[in-house]
């Protein structure tokens, strides 16, 4: 019930296209939901969040979808950028607890 | 505006010695988290402590390993008797209120010889 399931575990994209990575959660309690970014050898950056009363939040080329019915939510990474490669973590919290995080997705993007 | 700072950044231990990792959180949180990641893998939650509490220790082991975060001063994860399979990078995160942004600390990524 507290497990996050991450999607795809890597991905290699195109300079300029579009990177999706998809979340699945089974746990109803969860009602925030962050993505993070880590690069090598250093710690899990924030880098945009949203809470399942909207379905959508859009920050720069970062964007997240969020189906509560489906009880899935993803990060659309727009106009992907060789700078953009890095891991990406998407998490989940219920109120009053901690942050369950997904496998990870190691992304690349070719110049 | 300081980060959440870790120290050290790197820890070599022989085994059965100890390990403390400290971290200071970001001015005015009073919550902390440490998780624990082993190369090319997730973030795996340990222990979550409020100022003097422990709230959540569920993924902490029973043995070896302890956690504090005093009135006064960083928060402290103790590792007794260090084994290989310890080495990992362990990290913090910090948050004014439950349920609001964490923010990482760099880690410190512990070797055990």
């Known amino acids: 019930q507290q497990q996050v399931k991450q999607s795809p575990q890597s991905l290699i994209v195109q300079k300029g296209g579009i990177s999706i990575i998809n979340c699945a959660y089974e746990n109803t309690a969860f009602d925030y939901f962050p993505w993070y970014q880590q690069f090598p050898g250093k710690g899990p950056a924030l880098l945009i969040a949203i809470r399942p009363d909207v379905s959508e939040k859009k920050e720069g080329r970062f964007t997240i979808s969020f189906n509560k019915s489906a009880k899935q939510f993803s990060l659309h990474i727009m106009d992907s950028q060789p700078g953009d490669s890095a891991t990406y973590f998407c998490?989940?919290?219920?109120?009053?607890?901690?942050?369950?995080f997904g496998e990870g997705t190691q992304l690349t993007v070719n110049p | 505006n300081a980060g959440v700072m870790q120290n050290p950044r790197h820890l070599v231990r022989r085994r059965g010695q100890e390990a403390r990792l400290r971290c200071s959180p970001v001015k005015g949180h009073s919550h902390v988290y440490w998780y624990r990641q082993l190369p090319e893998e997730g973030l795996k939650f340990m222990v979550y402590l409020q100022k003097e509490n422990i709230i959540d220790e569920s993924g902490m082991p029973k043995e070896r390993f302890s956690a504090e975060f005093p009135k006064e001063g960083p928060s402290i994860l103790r590792i007794q008797q260090v084994v290989r399979g310890d080495s990992a990078a362990y990290f913090c995160a910090s948050s004014p209120e439950m349920n609001t942004e964490a923010f990482f600390g760099q880690g410190t990524r512990l070797t055990v010889v």
């Open positions: 998490a989940a919290q219920p109120s009053g607890s901690r942050l369950t």
